[in-house]
């Protein structure tokens, strides 16, 4: 299995400010000399995960365009711009390369 | 606006089964896949297995092989996820979404169903 490595596992943030997230995993996620399956999820509260980025770096439907994704093979980056209170809550990268899919253990983002 | 939408939570005695519904709306593409994941209680999302709508193929995870079952009924634009012989680490909340097999995203997502199991 593919294991997917976070960090930071918390990271305080003050609105306005930018803030980035690490992924990495133990085998490369490129295909085909093209693609990258990597994915970024948003979980809030109380809530199901939210598809934020897909390929690595495509912002999925209705994501602001404060969140980028970049990265290539096995180290991944998740970028906010400028923090706004709407973004917290824990943050998993995902890998759909192969089977089983797997998840980053999560990164909890919180104000400040 | 596509929705997937769970039945309600569920609570089972150990050894037991469960079986979770999640059905679709706003969309009807046989290509799509449908997968189920669980989440315990403060851990990460589990991936536990897929099915292709069209042609009803499935794939399991190796951790639930031989106990989950993933079926569907396109005529209801359902899929269904049974888990048997529980145990009390099966405790979670299980959610379905729909994956893209172009770009193999989970776009979709149910609202989550809480499984307890608990004598």
């Known amino acids: 299995d593919i294991v997917m490595t976070q960090s930071p596992l918390s990271l305080p943030v003050t609105p306005g400010e930018p803030a980035s997230i690490s992924c990495r995993s133990s085998q490369s996620l490129l295909h085909g000399s093209t693609y990258n399956f990597l994915n970024w999820f948003l979980q809030k509260p109380g809530q199901s995960p939210q598809l934020l980025i897909y390929?690595?770096?495509n912002r999925a439907s209705g994501v602001p365009d404060r969140f980028s994704g970049s990265g290539s093979g096995t180290d991944f980056t998740l970028k906010i711009s400028r923090v706004e209170a709407e973004d917290i809550g824990v943050y998993y990268c995902?890998?759909?390369?192969?089977?089983?899919?797997?998840f980053g253990g999560g990164t909890k983002v919180e104000i400040k | 606006q596509v929705q997937f939408v769970q039945s309600g939570a569920e609570v089972r005695e150990p050894g037991a089964s469960v079986k979770v519904s999640c059905k679709s709306s706003?969309?009807?593409?046989?290509?799509?896949?449908v997968d189920w994941v669980r989440q315990a209680p403060g851990q990460r999302p589990e991936w536990m297995g897929q099915i292709t709508i069209g042609n009803g193929d499935t794939k399991y995870s190796q951790n639930v092989q031989g106990r989950v079952t993933i079926t569907r009924d396109t005529s209801a634009n359902t899929a269904y996820m049974e888990l048997s012989s529980l145990r009390s680490e099966d405790t979670a909340v299980y959610f379905c979404a729909r994956r893209n097999p172009t770009n193999n995203a989970m776009d979709v997502w149910g609202q989550g169903t809480t499984v307890t199991v608990s004598s």
């Open positions: 390929l690595a770096s």
């Open positions: 706003g969309y009807s593409s046989t290509t799509w896949l």
């Open positions: 995902m890998q759909s390369l192969q089977l089983p899919l797997t």
